[in-house]
């Protein structure tokens, strides 16, 4: 199980990490033109501290385990992406946006695994 925990992880990791920086290198018009189109609802200070924390968690769920220092981030990590997922839904609920609303149901369930494995039975 240890290892299905750290494979989730990385592969929540990369996806976070690669949404994070993208929210944070790119203008909020240019991610509106790519289909977010969320991003209008929010200005784009917003935007940028949603990706800033997206990138924070996807350090957050490998660094502190993979160097041994403070792992109780991984599950803290893992659990303010379920947060996030959340309110992702509540937003793509509100926009009418389904298709998104399963792609964050699915994150969402993969962050609260390695949160239960990590805080839980298979903590550091």
């Known amino acids: ?3 299905v925990l750290w494979i989730i992880a990385g592969v929540l990791a990369a996806a976070f990490l690669s949404a994070g920086l993208m929210k944070l ?19 784009p200070g917003a935007v940028k501290a949603i990706g800033a924390l997206e990138v924070l968690a996807a350090i957050g769920l490998i660094l502190p385990a993979a160097l ?3 792992p109780v981030l991984v599950p803290l990590a893992a659990t303010g992406l379920v947060l996030l997922m959340l309110g992702a839904a509540v937003v793509h609920a509100r926009r009418g946006e389904s298709q998104m609303i399963v792609v964050n149901v699915v ?9 239960w494995g990590r805080f839980g039975p298979y903590a550091f």
Do not use: H, T
């Open 1 to 3: 199980m240890n290892v």
């Open 25 to 43: 290198g790119q203008p909020k018009k240019k991610l509106a033109d790519s289909g977010m189109g969320w991003v209008e609802d929010f200005s």
């Open 68 to 70: 041994g220092i403070a």
């Open 107 to 115: 994150l969402l369930v993969l962050a609260a695994v390695v949160a």
